[in-house]
C-alpha cells in the first residue's frame, strides 16, 4: 500500500497542468459540479487544500471562512498549497490515529483530500476544455474509499445520486459515477 503522502503528491501533479491551464475567461464556465463556476470551484478546492493542512497537523480547520484564491498569482499559489499538502501529510504520524472533530481515521481524512484533488481536478478540466488522466494508483486508493464513504456523503448532500454508467466503464468513470457525476459531461454547447 502506498503512503497516502505519495498518492497525494500524485494527484498534485496530475491536477496542477489542469489549473495552470485555465484561461481567465473560462473562470464564470458551468463545471459537472453545477453549484459551482469555474472560479467558484477553484476557490473551494484552495479551502480544501489548506484545511486538509491542519487536519493532518491536528488543527481544527475552518470551512467557514469564504474562500477568494483566485486573485494574484493562484496558479503558482495552487502548486505551493498542494505541496504544502503534501508535505503536511508525510510528516511522521500524520496518517496514523484519527484526525478532525468527527474522529475519522486519519487515512479516511486523507482519502477525502485526494478525492477531492482528484475529482475536482477532472470537474475543472472537462469544464475548461482540457485533458486530464488520473494516476492509478490515486483511483486504485479511491475507487473502493469513496463507493464506502458514498452513503453518507449522499445524506450530507455531498455526493448526488450515483450516475449509471455501462459494464465496460473504467474503474475512474465508476469512480466518478458513484459521486454523482456523468462521465461524459460536456460544456453547454461543447
Known amino acids: 500500500m502506498k503512503k497516502i ?16 491551464g485555465i484561461d481567465d475567461g473560462r ?7 453545477t453549484e ?29 471562512a469564504k474562500p477568494t484564491a483566485v486573485t494574484g498569482d493562484w496558479r503558482g499559489r495552487f502548486g505551493e498549497e498542494t505541496a ?6 508525510d510528516a511522521p ?9 468527527m474522529g475519522f481515521p486519519a487515512r479516511t481524512v486523507a482519502r477525502m483530500v485526494l478525492g477531492d484533488l482528484t475529482v475536482h481536478a477532472w470537474d475543472l478540466a472537462r469544464a475548461t476544455g ?16 469513496l463507493a464506502e464513504m458514498a452513503p453518507n456523503a449522499r445524506k450530507a ?3 448526488g445520486e ?10 475512474f468513470e465508476r469512480m466518478l459515477a458513484v459521486t454523482g457525476r456523468d462521465p461524459g459531461w460536456q460544456p453547454p454547447g461543447a
Not at 503522502?5 to 495552470?20: F, K, T
Not at 473562470?27 to 459540479?33: E, N
Not at 504520524?93 to 472533530?101: F, H, Q, R
Not at 450516475?163 to 474503474?171: I, K, T, W
Open 27 to 33: 473562470l464564470g464556465d458551468p463545471t459537472p459540479c
Open 157 to 159: 448532500k455531498v455526493f
Open 93 to 101: 504520524g500524520a496518517d496514523e490515529g484519527t484526525a478532525g472533530s
Open 84 to 89: 504544502k499538502l503534501v508535505a503536511a501529510w
Open 162 to 171: 450515483p450516475f449509471p454508467v455501462p459494464d465496460g466503464a473504467s474503474p
Open 130 to 145: 482540457q485533458e486530464y488522466v488520473p494516476d492509478e494508483a490515486v483511483v486504485g486508493e479511491l475507487g473502493p474509499g
Open 36 to 64: 459551482y463556476d469555474v472560479r467558484a470551484l477553484i476557490d473551494h478546492l484552495f479551502q480544501v487544500v489548506v484545511n486538509f493542512q491542519a487536519l493532518a497537523a491536528r488543527v481544527e480547520p475552518d470551512f467557514g
Open 5 to 20: 503522502s505519495e498518492l497525494l503528491a500524485a494527484a498534485a501533479d496530475s491536477a496542477a497542468p489542469v489549473v495552470r
